[in-house]
């Protein structure tokens, strides 16, 4: 696998696995999209070791040799793999924390043992390493203004698990069909709510209440991220922005289907994301003029 073919592989397990996440990045200068793509692509080929219907083999062992590979690659060797020349190769190039990637693959493992979360509390040390590390590994690739990367490193981790607790609201069947919850059990107790109801067809008026209660935690999440777009370059704000925009909408499509999240999967209307990214498009292409114009100006 050469570095170019790793990237690419890369962009297409994000274009067909992450199609709110790829429109978004469309928003970005082309020289930052590969790098994001690595990024994504990583994540996906280690969360299908632990999550795909379709593995029969031994996951943690699979974990192992891929956490083998990479440990590998990020020495500057090679291994015989897909994704881990473009997935290094970006860590290198921004001095992206290990000790994040090592704390992904933490929570990578987490999933082969553990189903069930009590508080919220104990779902946030997961959601450190599955969600928050990804908000501070992409950080670097989106360009904090000068002097910002510390202060905007909070808003990064906020930003993650606004979009990984989107997705936990909006996938409860399907978690629950891999025998997963991630809905922490203390809430559903506070609202009454059994691990039977999540697997009904429909939702009772009590795990309604509780998702309408889980929503306005998301929103937190993503009103704590907001603070950060403006601490990065402009020419990633449209980027972020949409994504706010395209992941926050499936909470609201939730709410429009009155939280049945069982029935089928929440998803933002393509007449809508095309809307949105063509609203982002005009910003991303001023931004883009503006810096081309600083780099012309330089003697």
Known sequence: ??????????RRLNAR??????????????????????LY?????????????????????????????LAVTLEGGTADDPVLPAFAQTTRSFGIDHGDVAAFLRSMR????????????????????SAAVIGTMMLPVLEPLPGMREKAHEPARQLGLAFQLTNFLRDVAEDLERGRVYLPLEDLDRFGVKVADLGR???????RELLAFQIRRARGHYARAREGIGMLTPSSRPCIRAAFQLYGGILDRIEAADYDVLGGRAAVPGRRRLAIFTRHLLAASAAGRAERRLIAEVP
Do not use: N, Q
């Not at 696998?1 to 890369?10: G, H, I, N, R």
């Not at 987490?110 to 390493?129: I, P």
């Open 1 to 10: 696998m050469t570095l170019t073919a790793s990237y690419e592989l890369c």
């Open 17 to 38: 696995h992450g199609r709110s996440y790829y429109l978004a990045t469309l928003l970005l200068p082309a020289w930052k999209r590969p790098h994001v793509h690595a």
């Open 41 to 69: 692509g990583f994540a996906r080929y280690a969360d299908e070791i632990v999550d795909s219907f379709a593995m029969t083999g031994d996951r943690a062992r699979a974990l192992d040799d891929l956490a083998a590979r």
């Open 110 to 129: 987490a999933d082969l043992t553990v189903a069930r979360y009590e508080t919220y509390d104990d779902l946030l040390v997961y959601m450190e390493g």
């Open 201 to 207: 067809d429909a939702p009772t008026p009590a795990l």
